[in-house]
């Protein structure tokens, strides 16, 4: 039916399969068209308490230019963690950015229809991301967060390189996965990259889009004239009293795919792109931020001329429109020059703009300004642009093809698809445009061709799954589920089906349900009664299945009709057997099994006889294996009894199918031959009948340990039934012409032998069990004509066979072929575990379920049981679209930091007087601070910092004397000179080059083309006069220690040279060889935690210079004690110096395994290390590192705190090997000395 549109008109177009976004006041697309169908402005007016909340001073808040309006995006501190294994600290320092746009890939390629894991493509993602405020004004501030966290862990979770590759690796994408980057043109450039990359063949899928969040969200913002944010906080695009935007939230993301792809596979089209186009401005402009009519221009022409389509037949434009006075007239001038060039037609094209509506989104406008564009096409109007009353004078609309829309008007079209241009332009320069077109009509009218045609196989009832990685968040995706289809009654339930079952990640909490149609699909899920819905938790994902194969006794005439009737794949498998029999059996096989109604009595007859009937149940059975194969069900071994053990052998590549067939044909007419006999099923063991049995009666099959089958002539069989009856044991004969498995097979057994000689024997390539010996078929069984003839004729050990399947409990045991006898026999058996799940493939004949919902109940049982269902398979011979669905509903959770406490920006000048800002010092190791006032004012402060500048700088220039350089004033020295000259240790060369930089720009030195010369000779007096300059200017202070910068300069030249000298000076250049990094030695953690609890908590509130010489020796000390004699512990002491608690832990996510609480200290100290790394309270002893949402990088965090405690070494190997604080403490334990308790040691002192 596809074929029908001849897809090669669409070469170089693309499809948008799919849209996501979240706005102000639109938590979604279809809110997002409801604002702008509406003509609602989605700018919030502040309250002053709403602000001052945010940190905004009184003094800001009257200022009159000062503008009380945000665009706020709601709930941008939430996110899913667990469904994207983050752990809980790991989420709140990820970028909010990031956060976001992952949860909208998600859902974009989820409403695409497709799961990448089973997608057969490579696709990609262009993305752009805007600044990260987040981390400056959250994260950054929390000087002691960021000692606990990996300094690779914060960048890769907050540069803007990792937005792109993030979704990569989070979604499976396998295509190009690049970062753009080009100020407000970001995402609609993303857009066009993405196409390129899809023509190119690159990808053949791709999500492009960008995301910006405005961090703090509820601050306004101050007005200046000229600029672009605008006075009132309304942006009024094109109008005479136009003067800016407003900065906004947001995040836009669409999926495309080749057209003749996305209409070959179906797909739902939103809309189409004929072609788009990106340039630069360069140089020819005002300034660099100034927009060019010459460079828009030639975007949107190009644009028009990839598309291959005339400007007269665009009849939108949305615009980037950020209504400056200078950029409207300008984007108006560049489109009237660009549609000039094909007609001079006025007046004809609407233009509107969406910042109007929200503002200006930024790296997020362009994708935005799309959708907007696609949806308007997809709903056939053309939404208002908000705020236009006059023209801005400089735009000469009447002499220009456009006009401003500035209501809801239906979009009207003139025997031409509706067509639309996009707009976004970059500060900086770079230009972005692309041609939209409405989805083809052809696809529409193809989907009503497909169901109402004859020729299409229409399933008489579906199968609908859903799935989540949370109780609740299944019990909501049923609801929304529900909710839309109520909404939707259009739609036809297979296109939903096949969206839910191909489209869809499967999780482990299940639940699958059959219906007829829409209404019943809605009915049934409102109720979820039990015998129609089935839910299921399931921790294994790919269970593996046996198949059962029933022997004669099971068929019966219309088996599996239905199935015959409507799946394909059946159909041709009984077809073709059938053919292959015609001649071997000398009648058609399928008017047996489905005769006429007048002739099911007569077809009854003759499938019991044994000729007919074991072909018969082969047909059956293999074409049943056949079609559970096509849905992706795979045995990983089988076991058949009786005739079903040919099945078994024919789908391990034993027989072919064509000698599998005929020997089947001859062993049932050779039995039919044979005199009628009969078969006794017995509630005994084999063992307790044997006796009775005498020289006619046989044991046939062992079908349970305490179940038996005697066969034999029929005289025999009923004297033992009588014999046994008259004990009180009652037996049941079986439905059968001949004694099978008994004595009486022994006439045709040298025939058969030579039968099975004739036809090729291969060694299984499927494990299967062996009805001789109740366990594994070998090679030498498998391949050796006898052991066909002995199969037979000797006993059927099916139980011994089901006890060796039952030892995989796992494993879920599928019966293939009509009704449940072998399920009833294994659901019986002794060793059955509770929990083994048995399966049936086609109803009893007693039963009143159709063939097609046992069926389909069975593949939804298998599914919910963890059996891999390829559903491409299933779907493969139906022909469905992909429809937009609701998608995973994420359990958002608050993974946030607060900023700091702190004074509110903008209030620091309006405080009495400077010392008011400190009342106390906190404390610092195990010294208590003395509290007192610091008389200091901000010019004092900039004064004295300047002495204590010029005394460091002296302290740096005496120790160049005393290493020797610059021995001869007049010659010019390179760094590689001085470093070997004066013997510096290589890790202090980076230092050294800091000194150098330093003496230049405090004039001390001459720097030229890397050259220095001239240092300035500095006096011990110079020095002297100095230090007693800064004591008495900081003789109330106890922000710096001047004892410990003495000792400190006069010892630097020894420093740099020595091999084991106290490391103290720079903690950034250090770098200590074989023991880690001098910045995670507990020295410089106890200097650090005075650093940042103490003198930073207070200057940060002080405009301060760029850092200088005298920064290495400000440190807030109290260590004078003991006569000026400071003394430093290198033992860690945890409970002094735990980081502070930024956030709340967060409770522990849902995990198979039950909480098993820490049983002895050891344990308990890993669980800590493990709840403060990933942030996540009560980690239990069995709960699985990286299922908490550990990764490599945490790893290794928690491997150092464990050597840092435990003085042990384990591996980042160690903990993917043992992920369970149950499994690692047992190698902690064996490298732990036993005379070693938790937290002794010696404590070594050094003097400084």
């Given at each position: 039916m596809i074929n029908s549109i001849n897809v090669n008109d669409f070469n170089n177009e693309i499809a948008i399969i799919s849209l996501a976004g979240r706005f102000p006041e639109a938590k979604d697309i279809d809110s997002f068209w409801q604002n702008l169908r509406d003509g609602v402005e989605s700018i919030s007016r502040l309250t002053d308490e709403e602000l001052i909340n945010s940190g905004v001073s009184l003094d800001i808040l009257n200022n009159p230019n000062y503008v009380k309006a945000s665009a706020v995006l709601s709930d941008i501190e939430l996110f899913d963690a667990n469904f994207f294994a983050y752990s809980a600290k790991e989420a709140e320092l990820i970028d909010p950015q990031q956060r976001l746009f992952l949860e909208l890939a998600w859902e974009a390629i989820e409403k695409a229809g497709y799961d990448p894991h089973t997608y057969n493509g490579l696709i990609g993602v262009y993305a752009g991301v805007g600044m990260n405020r987040y981390l400056v004004n959250n994260v950054y501030p929390h000087h002691q967060l960021l000692e606990t966290v990996d300094p690779l862990q914060l960048i890769i979770s907050n540069d803007k390189d990792f937005l792109p590759t993030r979704v990569a690796y989070k979604l499976n994408l396998t295509g190009t996965a690049v970062n753009v980057q080009t100020a407000c043109s970001t995402s609609l450039v993303a857009v066009h990259l993405a196409c390129q990359s899809l023509l190119n063949c690159e990808c053949d899928m791709a999500l492009a889009g960008g995301v910006t969040l405005s961090i703090p969200q509820k601050i306004g913002y101050l007005h200046q004239e000229g600029m672009i944010l605008s006075p009132d906080g309304h942006c009024r695009a094109f109008d005479a009293k136009a003067q800016g935007t407003i900065a906004s939230s947001g995040a836009g993301i669409v999926v495309l795919k080749r057209l003749k792809d996305a209409i070959a596979d179906r797909d739902h089209i939103h809309a189409i792109i004929k072609g788009s186009a990106i340039n630069n401005d360069g140089a020819m402009k005002v300034g660099f931020t100034a927009p060019s009519v010459s460079g828009q221009a030639a975007v949107i022409s190009e644009a028009q001329a990839i598309a291959g389509v005339d400007a007269e037949t665009i009849s939108y434009i949305e615009a980037h429109g950020t209504a400056t006075p200078l950029g409207d007239p300008i984007e108006i001038a560049a489109l009237t020059q660009a549609f000039s060039q094909s007609t001079d037609k006025k007046g004809f094209c609407a233009i509107g703009?969406?910042?109007?509506?929200?503002?200006?989104?930024?790296?997020?406008?362009?994708v935005?300004?799309?959708?907007?564009?696609?949806?308007?096409?997809?709903?056939?109007?053309?939404?208002?642009?908000?705020?236009?009353?006059?023209?801005?004078?400089?735009?000469?609309f009447a002499n220009s093809p456009f006009y401003v829309n500035t209501t809801l008007t239906e979009w009207k079209t003139n025997n031409t698809p509706r067509r639309a241009g996009v707009s976004s332009f970059g500060i900086g320069g770079t230009n972005a445009h692309v041609i939209l077109e409405e989805a083809p009509l052809e696809i529409k009218n193809l989907k009503l061709k497909i169901k109402n045609s004859k020729d299409a196989i229409e399933r008489p009832l579906h199968l609908l799954v859903l799935s989540a990685k949370t109780a609740s968040a299944l019990e909501k995706a049923t609801a929304n589920l529900i909710t839309h289809l109520k909404e939707h009654p259009e739609l036809n339930l297979g296109d939903v089906a096949y969206t839910l079952?191909?489209?869809?990640?499967?999780?482990n909490y299940r639940r699958m349900l059959i219906c007829q149609d829409l209404e019943d699909a809605v009915k049934t899920l409102g109720s979820l009664a039990a015998q129609q819905v089935s839910t299921n938790y399931t921790e294994i994902t790919e269970r593996s299945v046996v198949f059962m194969f029933?022997?004669?006794?099971s068929q019966y005439v219309n088996m599996a009709r239905e199935i015959y009737e409507t799946e394909t794949v059946f159909k041709e498998q009984v077809d073709y057997c059938s053919e292959i029999l015609k001649p071997l059996l000398g009648l058609d096989l399928r008017h047996i099994l489905y005769p006429s109604e007048e002739n099911i009595d007569e077809a009854s007859k003759q499938l019991q006889q044994t000729a007919v009937a074991q072909p018969a149940i082969f047909v059956i059975e293999y074409a049943l294996a056949t079609l559970w194969q096509s849905y992706g069900v795979e045995p990983q071994a089988a076991i058949g009894h009786s005739i079903g053990e040919y099945v078994a052998a024919t789908l391990a590549e034993v027989f072919s199918l064509e000698d599998a067939l005929s020997l089947v044909a001859a062993r049932g007419q050779m039995m039919q031959q044979l005199p009628t006999g009969s078969m006794l099923s017995i509630p005994l063991p084999a063992d307790k009948i044997k006796s009775l049995l005498g020289q006619e009666l046989s044991v046939a099959a062992i079908n349970q340990p305490s179940q038996c089958v005697v066969s034999g002539s029929t005289a025999a069989v009923d004297t033992l039934q009588n014999q046994l009856a008259a004990q009180g044991i009652e037996c049941r004969q079986l439905h059968t012409s001949h004694a099978f498995h008994s004595q009486m097979m022994e006439p045709i057994l040298k025939a058969f032998t030579e039968r099975v000689k004739k036809v090729t024997l291969n060694p299984p390539k499927l494990p299967y069990i062996s009805n001789l010996t109740g366990t594994w078929i070998t090679v030498t069984q498998a391949t050796n004509p006898d052991y066909y003839a002995q199969h037979l004729r000797s006993t059927v050990l099916f139980a011994q066979g089901v006890e060796k399947l039952l030892a995989t409990p796992e494993q879920v045991l599928l019966e293939v072929g009509p009704g449940h006898t072998l399920t009833t026999l294994v659901k019986r058996h002794p060793d059955k575990a509770a929990a083994q799940t048995v399966l049936t493939s086609v109803r009893h004949?007693?039963?009143?379920?159709?063939?097609?919902?046992?069926l389909f109940t069975t593949l939804g049982q298998l599914w919910l049981a963890g059996v891999k269902v390829d559903w491409f398979g299933f779907y493969s011979h139906q022909e469905h679209y992909r429809l937009p669905l609701p998608t995973y509903p994420f359990e958002r959770q608050r993974y946030w930091i607060d900023p700091p406490q702190k004074t509110a920006w903008g209030q620091l000048q309006a405080l009495p007087t400077p010392s008011q800002l400190w009342t106390s010092l906190v404390q610092g190791g195990q010294n208590q601070a003395n509290t007192?006032?610091?008389?200091?004012?901000?010019l004092t402060y900039q004064e004295n910092r300047q002495w204590l500048d010029r005394l460091c700088t002296a302290y740096?220039?005496?120790?160049?004397?005393?290493?020797?350089?610059?021995s001869n004033a007049e010659e010019k020295y390179s760094l590689e000179d001085l470093l070997s000259q004066c013997h510096i240790s290589p890790r202090y060369q980076q230092l050294f080059s800091i000194w150098l930089q330093i003496l230049v720009e405090q004039g001390q030195l001459q720097e030229q083309e890397g050259l220095f010369t001239g240092l300035l000779p500095c006096s011990q007096d110079y020095i002297n006069e100095h230090l007693e300059e800064v004591r008495v200017r900081f003789a109330t202070s106890s922000l710096v220690d001047l004892n410990l910068v003495q000792r400190c300069g006069e010892n630097l030249a020894a420093i740099v040279v020595e091999q084991e000298p106290l490391e103290i000076f720079n903690e950034l250049v250090y770098q200590k060889e074989n023991n880690g990094s001098y910045s995670e030695s507990p020295l410089n953690t106890y200097y650090n935690s005075i650093l940042h609890s103490s003198l930073g908590q207070v200057i940060k509130l002080l405009p301060l210079p760029q850092a200088s010489a005298s920064d290495a020796f400000s440190i807030k000390s109290r260590l004078e004690h003991n006569n000026h004699k400071s003394e430093i512990s290198l033992q860690r002491k945890p409970d002094i110096f735990q980081p502070e608690k930024l956030s709340a832990l967060h409770s522990r996510p849902d995990l198979p395994n039950s909480y098993l609480a820490p049983r002895n200290e050891i344990e308990q100290k890993i669980a800590d290390i493990w709840e403060e790394l990933l942030g996540i309270k009560q980690v239990g002893i069995h709960d699985n590192f990286f299922k908490l949402g550990g990764d490599s990088l945490i790893a290794v965090q928690v491997l150092s705190r464990i050597r840092n405690i435990f003085s042990i070494r384990l591996s980042v190997a160690n903990l993917f090997e043992s992920p369970t604080i149950a499994e690692i403490v047992p190698k902690l334990e064996k490298q732990l000395d036993p005379d070693t308790s938790l937290g002794a040691g010696e404590r070594e002192e050094i003097t400084i």
């Open positions: 703009s969406l910042k109007t509506n929200l503002g200006h989104l930024d790296t997020a406008a362009g935005a300004g799309l959708i907007k564009t696609v949806l308007a096409l997809q709903h056939k109007m053309l939404p208002p642009s908000l705020h236009f009353e006059t023209p801005n004078p400089k735009i000469d079952n191909s489209g869809r990640r499967g999780f029933p022997g004669q006794g004949p007693q039963e009143k379920q159709s063939d097609n919902h046992v007192r006032n610091a008389e200091l004012n901000e740096i220039n005496s120790a160049f004397k005393q290493l020797g350089a610059f």
